[in-house]
């Protein structure tokens, strides 16, 4: 095998590895009951923060959904928090966010026709930023 990797093995990688030290903080650590000031919630709040910064939408489309089904973005009691979370480009179409919180998560670009229980006013609300996003409705968001 050789010493050079693709980008698209990069990401892989690095999506692979986030998604087994999060399993490793949900099992061993209790992430999905800690509370607000938890050492295992900073770390996993931070860890989270990082990979999405590094990530393609594609893969950071990977993280949202492994959030959601982990119950860690609900919406009343978010564990992990997306408040200045990356999501440019992300396309959400057809995904169930009905108790995700997306709070000031930056959705620029992100393609989120067809979301399913998740309306326009609600995103306006809640989005840092929706520049050029395509709303549930099929509106561009300018």
Do not use: W
């Amino acid at each position: 095998m050789g010493a050079y990797f693709t980008a698209s093995q990069a990401q892989d990688t690095a999506l692979q590895s986030y998604l087994d030290e999060m399993t490793k903080l949900i099992m061993d650590n209790n992430l999905a009951n800690s509370k607000e000031r938890d050492e295992v919630r900073t770390l996993a709040n931070a860890r989270t923060s990082t990979v999405l910064e590094s990530l393609d939408p594609q893969h950071k489309r990977s993280v949202l959904d492994f959030l959601y089904s982990s119950n860690l973005i609900d919406a009343k009691t978010p564990v992990i928090k997306l408040s200045s979370a990356d999501l440019e480009g992300v396309d959400l179409r057809h995904d169930n966010l009905r108790n995700a919180n997306l709070s000031g998560a930056s959705l620029s670009y992100a393609n989120l026709s067809d979301t399913r229980r998740v309306t326009n006013k609600k995103l306006e609300k809640q989005a840092k930023s929706l520049e050029g996003a395509t709303m549930p409705d099929g509106t561009k968001h300018d």
